[in-house]
């Protein structure tokens, strides 16, 4: 058994990541300031003796270097963020500290305390618009929003302590990821957020230009399995890897599924794409499964019915 602290523990990848954390019988600390996290999310969770939950805010003084003093952890699994591109084009100073400041916040919190190892959330948001097909680790990293300039940014402050303090960082580029508990909160959430809402409320879905493009989307169950393999599992170097399947799905192969469920839904509205929108993004999984023996286990199309069960 670990003891593992989760920064967002209350988030949508957090909350999953906790909960396979318990299923596998490891103590767990949860972190969350609760500004996009959602306490029900942790239903389940807090229902356990071996979860303990903090709410503060990674950025107040001292706040996190003393959690860790007190609690001694194995390894902390940093999910804590701002998490919309979107917003993090509005508001890039609030970015830099909520994304990159309290990033380095852990990493020298974690060195201070001897913490073996740290897991972090990057995303494949740090290739910005590489057209490259697959997306591997070595394509060209060109960040075209504040939020995946820091999440490069942290991946290199995280490797740096790494190699200067012999601790093991895992950076895990999460590709599109998908399942219950995302929040659709605006038209820029994830789509098949939206799509799922809108389908459950008997509404239209927008499809921006003509549903071909592709994504390479990916369960949340197993980007929570791939955090628990990267914090628990022995004999793991430090590096990074995308978190993804190696497959594209369009938009239009999700609708069909959701039609096969929503039968006589409302025909899709079609609107011209996005400013900016890239038709194919695809992860290479390779180095996922050399370094973590990690493989992806659900399909989109169970994932799906997942999604639409669960609502
Ligand atoms: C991700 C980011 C986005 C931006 C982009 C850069 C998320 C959720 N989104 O977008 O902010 O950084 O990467 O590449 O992290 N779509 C529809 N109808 C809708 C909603 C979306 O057709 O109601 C389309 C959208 O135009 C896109 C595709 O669905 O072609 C996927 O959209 P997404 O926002 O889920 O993901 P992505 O990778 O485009």
């Known amino acids: 058994m670990s003891h593992i602290i989760v920064t967002g523990a209350a988030g949508f990848i957090g909350s999953h990541t906790v909960d396979q954390l318990l299923a596998a019988g490891h103590l767990v600390t949860g972190v969350d300031n609760f500004r996009t996290g959602r306490r029900s999310n ?11 939950l903090h709410e503060f805010d ?4 001292g706040a996190f270097d003393h959690l860790l003093a007190e609690t001694r952890p194995d390894a902390v699994i940093h999910l804590a963020a701002l998490v ?14 909520l994304n990159l400041h309290a990033t380095h916040l852990v990493a020298e ?14 995303s494949a948001a740090v290739y910005g618009d590489a057209t490259e097909r697959p997306i591997r680790e070595s394509t060209t990293k060109r960040p075209i929003s504040p939020y995946g300039a ?12 790494a190699a200067a303090f012999g601790l093991t960082v895992r950076c895990h580029r999460y590709f599109n990821v998908f399942g219950p508990r995302q929040d659709p909160a605006s038209s820029y959430s994830g789509v098949i957020s939206v799509f799922e809402r809108r389908f459950r409320e008997g509404k239209p879905v927008t499809i921006y230009g003509d549903g071909r493009q592709t994504r390479d989307f990916i369960s949340v169950h197993d980007v929570a399995r791939a955090n628990v393999i990267a914090a628990t599992r022995s004999g793991i170097g430090s ?13 239009l192969d999700v609708i069909t599924v959701f039609r096969a469920h929503y039968v006589g839904s409302a025909a899709p509205s079609h609107a011209a794409p996005r400013h900016g929108d890239i038709i194919h993004s695809l992860g290479a999984p390779e180095e996922a499964s050399a370094a973590l023996d990690f493989r992806t286990e659900v399909g989109v199309e169970a994932g ?8």
Do not use: W
């Not at 590096?239 to 938009?251: M, Q, Y």
């Not at 799906?304 to 609502?311: A, D, N, P, R």
């Open 84 to 97: 919309s591109v979107q917003e993090s084009m509005a508001n890039p100073d609030l970015n830099y500290t």
């Open 58 to 61: 990674l950025t107040t003084p």
């Open 150 to 161: 820091a999440k490069l940014a942290s991946e290199a402050i995280l490797l740096g302590h």
């Open 42 to 52: 942790l239903n389940g969770a807090s229902a356990s003796k071996n979860f303990a």
């Open 304 to 311: 799906l019915q997942e999604l639409i069960h669960s609502g």
């Open 109 to 122: 919190a974690a060195r201070v305390h001897g913490v073996k190892r740290i897991v972090f959330a990057s």
């Open 239 to 251: 590096g990074v890897a995308n978190i993804c399947t190696g497959r594209p799905t369009s938009l």
